[in-house]
């Protein structure tokens, strides 16, 4: 955003303005980046089935033991030893590969 307000301001003001506000804005789009490197920098991402454990969804396909549920949207293969009904909503407590463990939510 700042590199593009330094375009703008380097056609419109007039000179020396315009080179004075296009190097300030430069320097803010220069910082900027280096905030947000350094803020990103050695997070890992979380994405997968392993960050689904502890979630709660809804069974789409009943859970005696294997059948379907719903997560965020989703739906993900699911057995349930305890079994669960379609409609039920169930916790994430695991998984096996891609298969998610879950149990009934009293």
Known sequence: MS?????????LLESPWNVVAFAVCLVLFVGEALLWYRTV???????????????EGQVVTACRPEGQVRLRGEIWAARCDGG???????????????VLLVEPVP
């Open 3 to 11: 590199l593009f307000l330094a375009l703008i301001l380097l056609i």
């Open 41 to 55: 920098k050695g997070r890992r991402v979380a994405a997968g089935a392993e960050t689904l454990v502890g979630v």
């Open 84 to 98: 669960a009904d379609e409609g039920e909503t169930v916790r994430v407590v695991g998984r096996r590969g891609l």
